[in-house]
């Protein structure tokens, strides 16, 4: 009984979510001020019954409720309470489930800081979010309704992917899904710009706080997953430009420009029509992503369970919100014009310089993801675009990005010189030149130009984001010190640490496979690996071997792993559990392979230099986001939009 | 004020894209075989280890080749439609029992019926390497000169029978000299 509450719960939800989704948008439009508030206590009803159906799920996994097909097919009495719990988004029917209540948390969120915008506005936002909702509750009941029952109910269940069992896997969906989602929200806000279809540039100023946001949510969300790729599959990689990561960065790059871009209209009124396009473009690479990940057209390591027919599904679905969106946007962009200028050297030139080549980079990896799937419905034949064609391509739009940067953010806005700039980034420059240079001479083995000049770039970007911080230190007003301000600059500084790790981790990086018996050992740099012992490890769902590796560094032990080779009894597949000795200086990283015959195992060894600095820095640039949304300007926004309302009224003419 | 129109078209055309793909499957790889002579081979066969079953056995008449163990649940899963197809007679269903127990093949057999005219043991999977078989269940389709004419991956169902081979192989016993 309690399984077919939740899909009744779905249905209630979908139909709150198709009065929130109409009433408004119809209220607003016929200034019908009943229908637009319909809209709020329809989705606070929606929210509620997405949730009470979420819980049924989960309810279903703790309870190893096996006569429900999606439960049976990825859950098992032997497996651990918390990852029964994450297999409620283990597969596709759950995780959609997820993305839905995510949405709906955005709404609520959006319903209650939007509280203050003006009523025909909001009412428009409100309408939007709620046909998004509608376009994926109809998804899920349709063609993936995870409360299908299984006649008769099976003994026990077929057990969730082992390459999920994993603490990371509980936490890296959530988080990029608020991400992804979140982009919604400014999705929203634009359309609603583009509705009212009068001149606007309030709405950049109120978009903000969501857009980035999401993007910290996005940058945390792909960091765990790079993260868990690291240390779970084995092979030490920490980015693969397999289709479905790429599915996840690419809104993540044209979040990023977005953010840019929503500055440039927040404080100068330029860009307008750029500015809605990429709020549009955003959300539509998320569910493009949605599209890629679930319907089969690529091949990819974890894309979903493919089914043309929910592949369809989504495409319609894509087709409806994307085209619709698109079409407004080609009607009523025109009117968006902007009559203020800039000077060829100002902080809007910079800013812009940001925004083109981030949409370069998006149409980079949108190319090399898409290129196979073009050339097979062009009857080209079977293409694969390997990591080669993104790291030998990527790097072209987003190097010149970097290196102006760091001028861009020392420009003033209108107009500004270069002598007044250089002042501030000369020392940086010359700086960064003499650390490219010697850590490419003295550090590690052999680097090249090219990562002399990444670990260049590095430090180019980490110095210039320290010149505002010291400036206001020096006259010891570091207190005044506006938190946007913050924000930018901890976010620019988390990129150059994180351009530092990839550059080194990727240079210098050193990986040696061995054929190892137990007593032997190889050695790694300056660092011996011996192979002490070998055993059988019991796990609750699991059977192991386990080996146990003690390293010495000149002579000294310095630790001791034990990476094991576990075989899941009921699927029976094997995974690969790695030893990570991870310093912030350097991994040292060992898989267990295969047994090779005559006691000997096939071990693979790697050497990992500031490899953590890919993790750390972006950690830091989701701080630099989070402190950014801190800033008095979005809370005074609040206060401004309250005193505007009549007037905002009064002028509205649709 | 055209440029405002090149985000639509640009997903319009994406749009037409997918919608090709969906009906593609990208993790389908074309064999290298096709229009080419099978590669040759004698095997026991799995009733009777005295005799051969082999590429000289299938000549003269269109034919299937299926590759299957009793180990893959995608030929268990397709069991009953190369039951079916054998039922209708219209094409002979030749069987290459890769890397199994030929004592649990002969019993699945059995148990659950046997489509095939005949079958050649692979014990240690040599000819299907050569047959470029990436995993079980394929199926090969072969006219009367041996020549391969097409090849499916994963488990047949009748509408894959009906739609996409049985044509073909219609077609190749029509042009049969």
């Known amino acids: 009984m309690i399984p077919e509450l939740g899909q009744f719960a779905l249905i209630i939800a979908l139909c709150l979510a198709l009065v929130q989704g109409v009433m408004p948008l119809a209220g607003a439009q016929t200034r019908n001020r009943a229908w637009m508030a319909i809209g709020k206590p329809a989705a606070a009803g929606q929210f509620v019954f997405v949730l009470l159906s979420f819980l049924v799920l989960t309810w279903a996994f703790i309870q190893n409720d096996f006569s429900v097909t999606y439960v049976a097919s990825h859950s098992n009495s032997a497996l651990p309470l918390m990852y029964r719990i994450s297999a409620v988004w283990g597969a596709h029917e759950g995780s959609l489930l997820l993305w839905i209540l995510v949405l709906n948390i955005w709404i609520i969120s959006a319903i209650i800081g939007g509280r203050h915008l003006p009523e025909i506005f909001n009412a428009r936002v409100v309408g939007v979010l709620g046909l998004v909702s509608v376009g994926f509750l109809a998804f899920i009941l349709f063609t993936s309704n995870p409360f299908d029952r299984l006649i008769p109910a099976a003994m026990d269940g077929r057990d969730l992917n082992p390459l999920l069992q994993d603490p990371a896997l509980a936490i890296h969906p959530p988080m990029l899904y608020f991400g992804y989602v979140g982009f919604a929200v400014p999705f929203a806000f634009a359309i609603a710009v583009l509705l009212e279809g009068r001149q606007a540039t309030d709405w950049a100023r109120w978009a903000k706080p969501w857009a980035t946001m999401s993007w910290v949510f996005l940058t945390l969300g792909i960091a765990l997953g790079s993260w868990w790729a690291y240390y779970e599959l084995g092979w030490g990689g920490w980015w693969f430009w397999d289709p479905v990561e790429n599915a996840s960065f690419m809104p993540w790059l044209m979040g990023t420009a977005l953010i840019h871009s929503l500055s440039v209209t927040e404080k100068r009124g330029l860009f307008k029509s750029w500015t809605l396009l990429l709020a549009i473009s955003a959300f539509s690479l998320s569910l493009l992503g949605t599209f890629l990940v679930r319907s089969g057209v690529l091949v990819s390591v974890h894309a979903f369970a493919s089914d043309p027919e929910r592949g369809l599904f989504i495409l319609i679905f894509l087709c409806v919100v994307v085209g619709a969106a698109l079409t407004l946007y080609a009607w009523r962009a025109p009117r968006m014009t902007s009559d203020a200028g800039f000077a060829a050297f100002s902080r809007e030139s910079f800013l812009l310089a940001n925004n083109i080549l981030l949409v370069i980079a998006t149409f980079v990896v949108l190319i090399g993801t898409l290129f196979p799937l073009v050339m097979d419905a062009l009857g080209q034949g079977k293409y694969s675009v390997g990591p080669q064609y993104f790291a030998a391509v990527f790097i072209i739009p987003t190097l010149p990005m970097v290196l102006l940067l760091g001028v861009g953010m020392h420009t003033a806005w209108r107009r500004d010189n270069w002598n007044r700039v250089s002042r501030h980034v000369r020392i940086g420059a010359a700086l960064a030149l003499a650390l490219g240079i010697a850590i490419s001479l003295l550090a590690w083995d052999g680097g090249g130009v090219l990562s002399a000049i990444g670990v260049f770039a590095a430090f180019w970007v980490m110095i210039a984001s320290l010149v505002d911080p010291l400036a206001f230190l020096r006259k010891g007003q570091l207190r005044r010190m506006p938190l946007a301000l913050w924000g930018m600059s901890i976010a620019h500084f988390g990129l150059g640490v994180f351009i530092l790790g990839a550059v080194v981790t990727e240079t210098y990086s050193v990986e040696r496979d061995e054929a190892l018996r137990v007593g032997e050992s190889t050695s790694v740099g300056q660092f011996e690996f011996r192979f002490d012992d070998l055993r059988q490890v019991e796990g609750p769902n699991y059977t192991a071997v386990e080996a146990v590796i003690s390293i010495f560094d000149g002579g000294e032990e310095i630790a001791v792993l034990l990476p094991q080779k576990r075989v899941y009894r009921v699927q029976q597949s094997p995974m690969t559990e790695s030893g990570i000795d991870a310093r912030l200086g350097r991994d040292l990283y060992v898989a267990l392979g295969d047994p090779l015959g005559g006691n000997a195992w096939s071990l693979r060894v790697q050497y990992k230099p500031l490899v953590r600095l890919i993790w750390l820095g972006c950690i830091i640039m989701s701080i630099g986001g989070l402190v950014a949304v801190g800033d008095r300007r979005y809370r005074i926004a609040r206060q401004d939009a309250t005193a505007k309302i009549p007037a905002g009224t009064a002028r509205e003419t649709g | ?177």
């Open chain 2, 1 to 177: 004020m055209w440029r405002y129109f090149l985000p639509i078209a640009f997903f319009v055309l994406l749009v037409g894209f997918f919608l090709r793909g969906l009906s593609l499957d990208p993790s389908e790889i074309p064999s290298p075989l096709l229009g080419k002579p099978a590669p040759a081979f004698a095997l026991p066969s799995l009733d009777d280890p005295a005799k051969t079953v082999g590429t000289d056995t299938m000549k003269g008449e269109v034919a299937l080749l299926n590759v299957w163990g009793t180990w893959c649940a995608g030929c268990r899963q397709e069991h009953d439609t190369l039951m079916a197809i054998a039922a209708a007679g219209e094409v002979p269903i030749y069987g290459l029992n890769w890397k199994d127990d030929p004592d649990a093949a002969r019993q699945m057999l059995r148990q659950m019926g046997n489509p095939y005219v005949a079958n050649g043991v692979d014990a240690d999977g040599r000819v299907a390497i050569d047959w470029g078989v990436y995993g079980a269940p394929e199926t090969f389709l072969l006219a009367a000169d041996g020549t391969v004419i097409y090849k499916h991956i994963g488990p047949l169902n009748l509408g894959i029978w009906q739609q996409d081979i049985l044509p073909l192989a219609l077609q190749a016993r029509e042009q049969q000299p």
